[in-house]
Nanobody, 121 residues
Framework: QVQLTESGGGPVRAGGSLRLSCAAS????????MAWFRQTPGKERELVAA????????AYGDSVKGRFTISRDDAKNTVYLQMNSLKPEDTAVYYC??????????????WGQGAQVTVSS
């Protein structure tokens, strides 16, 4: 089992920046793909960004490309999401997720509790 704990959410003005962090604990000696998803009421959860163990492969949702950056520090078992040029439509609950292996897409097995990000205009 892996436990994921997000931090760093909150309110921000449009055009501003935030950095989310996700600390993993538990069975962290396996190789995991780490990802960020987000969800707003009435909408399906969408992939924001994903990053393979070691950082060789990454993927971003079309709406955040060029503005958000995912990174990870495997020595600290932590993944980050740097969000720049935030827009009101980025308002959502952001979830950290993990899946074993090297494939970025598919079912994620472990989820954090979520962090609210609210972008005001």
């Amino acid at each position: 089992q892996v436990q994921l704990t997000e931090s760093g959410g909150g309110p921000v003005r449009a055009g501003g920046s935030l950095r989310l962090s996700c600390a993993a604990s538990g069975r962290t000696n396996h190789r995991y793909v780490m990802a960020w998803f987000r969800q707003t009421p009435g909408k399906e959860r969408e992939l924001v960004a994903a990053l393979s163990w070691g950082g060789a492969n990454s993927a971003y949702g079309d709406s955040v490309k060029g503005r958000f950056t995912i990174s990870r520090d495997d020595a600290k078992n932590t993944v980050y999401l740097q969000m720049n040029s935030l827009k009101p439509e980025d308002t959502a609950v952001y979830y950290c997720a993990a899946r074993e292996g090297v494939v970025l897409f598919g079912r994620y097995d472990y989820w954090g509790q979520g962090a609210q990000v609210t972008v005001s205009s």
